[in-house]
């Protein structure tokens, strides 16, 4: 199923999430800033088939951590701890690499192919991946509550 | 009724068993494989009713497996549960001989549907 990316929003993204957790999930659109801080991200970069970037979803923690968590039905208190801790590891960050995975559909759209190609942690976005993300008037952003899990947000950053 | 999940990623093969639970085929011997390798050297051993595939793995992807499947002469029952389902890759799919190709993520319903239309 095609998606074009004007019907990228916060319902159809949780409408998608939904699906995908068998759970209800509340999600509202915010803004998309590129990260500068402190907080740790996960930068999930999706690529053409002839390598070119084709977008990057930026993840805060609570989201990576949720959504590794949810979808092996690891207790939110685990996620809870592992935002704490700083870092989604383990079967939780294996379960987050399938998330990324799937959302490659956020990616694939206007009859464009994307596929995952790299998961990658830290507070900013460097090399090329900086290029997309730093162009922030192209990005949207959701935030994102899976029922039993504590809220966290994606970041949708398109190279064009 | 046999079922053999193949994926790379032990959640989704976790997902795909527990979707299957809410449909009519819940009742299914699921077993696993993690590539298309594993996934060969099972259905040699023991021929599957149908085989749900994801596409991209390490070793051997969901496409190798089923080229391969049918170049040695088994027609087992093949559907693909992918993350991706452009148009061109429904095509290859069923010119590889796929039954369907499934967009993950996927309702209990959705996948019900499929197997309904293919598993008479």
């Known amino acids: 199923m095609d998606v074009a990316k004007d019907n990228l929003d916060a319902a159809f993204v949780g409408n998608f999430l939904t699906t995908l957790f068998g759970r209800n999930t509340k999600t509202r659109s915010g803004r998309a800033r590129p990260p500068r801080g402190r907080e740790q991200y996960a930068f999930a970069v999706y690529r053409d088939k002839e390598g070119g970037i084709v977008g990057v979803m930026v993840a805060d923690l609570p989201f990576a951590a949720a959504t590794g968590s949810v979808l092996s039905l690891i207790p939110a208190a685990v996620a809870k701890e592992a935002v704490k801790a700083g870092a989604v590891t383990g079967s939780m960050e294996e379960n987050f690499q399938e998330v990324a995975n799937i959302c490659a559909r956020f990616f694939s759209v206007d009859g464009k192919r994307a596929v995952l190609r790299e998961v990658s942690y830290g507070t900013s976005a460097e090399g090329e991946i900086a290029d997309v993300v730093n162009r922030g008037a192209t990005g949207m952003a959701f935030e994102i509550e899976i029922q039993g899990y504590d809220r966290g947000k994606i970041m949708l950053f398109y190279a064009d | ?120």
Do not use: H
């Not at chain 2, 053999?4 to 819940?26: F, H, K, N, P, W």
């Not at chain 2, 095509?91 to 039954?99: E, M």
């Open chain 2, 1 to 120: 009724m046999k079922i053999l999940i193949v994926d790379d990623s032990r959640a989704m093969r976790m997902i795909v068993r527990r979707t299957l639970r809410q449909t009519g085929y819940g009742k299914a011997e699921m077993t696993e494989a993690s590539n298309g390798l594993e996934a060969m050297a099972s259905i040699r051993g023991a021929m599957p009713d149908l085989v749900l595939c994801d596409w991209n793995m390490p070793e051997m992807n969901g496409m190798q497996l089923l080229r391969t499947l049918r170049e040695e002469g088994l027609n087992v029952p093949f559907g693909f549960v992918t993350a991706e389902g452009t148009a061109e890759m429904r095509t290859a799919a069923k010119q590889a001989g796929a039954l369907f190709l499934l967009s993950k993520p996927f309702r209990s319903k959705d996948l019900e549907f499929v197997l309904d239309q293919v598993m008479v």
